[in-house]
């Protein structure tokens, strides 16, 4: 079992491809909502995957975030994920994102402790099955 505390930070700079106006999240050329979601779960991932047993890995389940402020492009951000609980499968975290001039996001993360190979067959028999 993980214990709380593992943590992690992934750290980038917003370039024009990552603003709510490229992604089309919104018509600004600042961080998109989006896209600091994606790295606060790139956190998460990154800091319990070197404890998962082999062939396992996660999932989101859930992400309950607050975007507090606009990053212009140019600035680096950094997103930070904590675990703050580990019940069975289920991993919560507080996630964070900052850049140089203070808070950006912040909110709860849940993960789900998954087989790949179970979760792609999963995936795949969807696809047999048709629309």
Known sequence: MMQPGLSAEVTFSVTPELTAKTVGSGTLDVLATPVMIAKMEQAAWTAVAPHLPQDSGTVGTL???KHLSPTPVGMKVTC???LTEADGR???FRVTASDAKG???EGVHER???QND??????????????
């Open 112 to 114: 789900a402790v998954i």
């Open 63 to 65: 992400m309950n975030v």
């Open 103 to 105: 808070p950006v996001g």
């Open 118 to 131: 179970r979760f792609v067959a999963k995936a795949q028999k969807k696809l047999a099955q048709g629309e």
């Open 80 to 82: 930070r994920a904590e």
């Open 90 to 92: 289920r991993l919560v």
